[in-house]
């Protein structure tokens, strides 16, 4: 069956400072890629995405290349300030059998905590 | 305003004793879907409505159950509450047309639910 993997949290950094948030996954058709975001006390919020091979999805400074060699979506950002603490979940979505419908499936999520 | 709407927020019960969670939206969307997140395992999914009166098991349907009656609402239902069903608990919805794919999900806010 399908599977996302992220790196292990929490992660902790200074503002300012580069994000890396890896992302690998394993899925047996094309699926889409995804990045969700959810701050405290609240559910989650669509990110990024990318649809194909070697797309890059990009909002609010975040980026992820989907990787079809490497099976990667990694999240990047160049500069993380405070507001972007938060819980960051890698998702993919390949289409039911027989339907136009697709099957989200999570990572475990990873914590990122920036500091002043 | 176009949202997910879940009631309650927090839930406390005891073993055994009935209850519901309400979910509600106002996007017109087909697809709705439950999910649960636990520390460390993501967020898993329940069951899923792709239309009023079609609903399917997601991943971890045993001790719940969920209705379609109205395009609108999709509550869940557990029966006979446990202590390994303390959790948080997502409703999402969606267009549909490769929910995921060109639809992203849109989140309620969660039901954290525990049970004694």
């Known amino acids: 069956g399908n599977s996302v993997t992220q790196m292990e949290g929490p992660v902790t950094l200074s503002e300012e400072a580069f994000l890396t948030i890896n992302c690998t996954y394993t899925?047996?058709?094309?699926?889409?890629l995804f990045w969700y975001v959810q701050y405290p006390g609240e559910g989650l919020q669509l990110l990024l995405k990318a649809t194909k091979a070697d797309d890059k999805g990009s909002n609010k400074g975040f980026e992820a290349t989907y990787r079809k060699e490497t099976t990667s979506f990694h999240l990047e950002k160049g500069s993380v300030q405070v507001s972007d603490s938060a819980v960051y979940f890698c998702?993919?979505?390949?289409?039911?059998?027989?339907?136009?419908?697709?099957?989200?499936?999570f990572g475990q999520g990873t914590i990122l905590t920036v500091h002043p | 305003e176009a949202q997910v709407t879940q009631n309650p927020r927090y839930l406390i019960t005891v073993t055994g004793k009935k209850l519901t969670v309400t979910c509600s939206q106002n996007m017109n969307h087909e697809y709705m879907s439950w999910y649960r997140q636990d520390p460390g395992l993501g967020l898993r999914q329940i069951y899923y409505s792709m239309n009023v009166e079609v609903t399917d098991k997601g991943d971890v349907p045993e001790g719940y159950k969920v209705s379609r009656k109205e395009k609108r609402n999709f509550p869940l239902i557990l029966e006979s509450p446990s202590p390994n069903q303390t959790s948080l608990y997502f409703c999402?919805?969606?267009?549909?047309?490769?929910?995921?794919?060109?639809?992203?999900?849109?989140f309620g806010n969660g039901t954290r639910l525990t049970v004694t």
């Open positions: 999402a919805s969606s267009l549909g047309d490769g929910v995921g794919g060109r639809s992203p999900l849109h």
């Open positions: 998702a993919l979505s390949d289409l039911v059998a027989g339907t136009s419908y697709g099957k989200l499936t």
């Open positions: 899925a047996t058709g094309y699926p889409s």
